[in-house]
């Protein structure tokens, strides 16, 4: 058996956020957004607007010193949009320097709650590209810590993004 059959090939967590699915998936669905609510710290940048369709892809300038695996630093990928239902599922996969790519999957579910939003945040490596599967330690990248940390920045996000928002006056709710 290999390091990579011994490990679980899909990461979940979830989280209450009181917020509409729509608010919620402003957020997901911009490139900014993704910086914002990082908590990995490698996302330093984004480029490109707000995907809309499957296929839809943006830039992001990553930094890998804050997990202090790899030596890279200042490198660029592709977000690549592979699941997109507004208001209720976003997943991309990343294209970058590593050729042939990965092929793991990013995501998040939207589920309305009473209270608002049910948010499921999923790393998926199930398709690594075989050629990759000897390199299995370093699977997750990301910690299921990090997914749950950037679950809490992304309520503080939402939250923020709302508050800026005028109201009918023209004033920013408070």
């Known amino acids: 058996m ?9 990461v979940e967590v979830s989280r ?6 729509h608010e919620v998936f402003a957020v997901l669905r ?13 996302l330093m940048d984004a480029t490109g607007e707000p995907v809309g369709a499957v296929g839809d892809r943006f830039t992001v300038h990553m930094d890998r010193r804050a ?13 690549v949009i ?6 209720h599922e976003i997943a991309w996969t ?38 990759w599967q000897s390199a299995s330690g370093s699977f997750p990248v990301v910690p299921e810590s990090a997914l749950k940390a950037t679950l809490g920045i992304l309520d503080r996000t939402v939250r923020r993004r709302r508050a800026a928002q005028p109201d009918a006056a023209g004033q920013a709710s408070s």
Do not use: C, N
């Open 82 to 87: 592979t699941v997109f239902v507004p208001d």
């Open 2 to 10: 290999t390091d990579l059959e011994d490990k679980p090939m899909r």
């Open 30 to 42: 911009d490139p900014r957004g993704h910086v914002d609510i990082d908590a990995s710290g490698m």
């Open 67 to 79: 997990l202090g695996d790899l030596p890279w630093q200042d490198y660029d990928v592709e977000v």
């Open 16 to 21: 209450l956020i009181a917020a509409t699915p």
């Open 94 to 131: 990343i294209e970058g320097r590593l050729k042939p790519p990965l092929r793991h999957i990013y995501g998040y579910r939207l589920e309305p709650a009473d209270t608002g939003v049910l948010v499921t945040s999923y790393y998926d490596w199930s398709e690594l590209d075989p050629s």
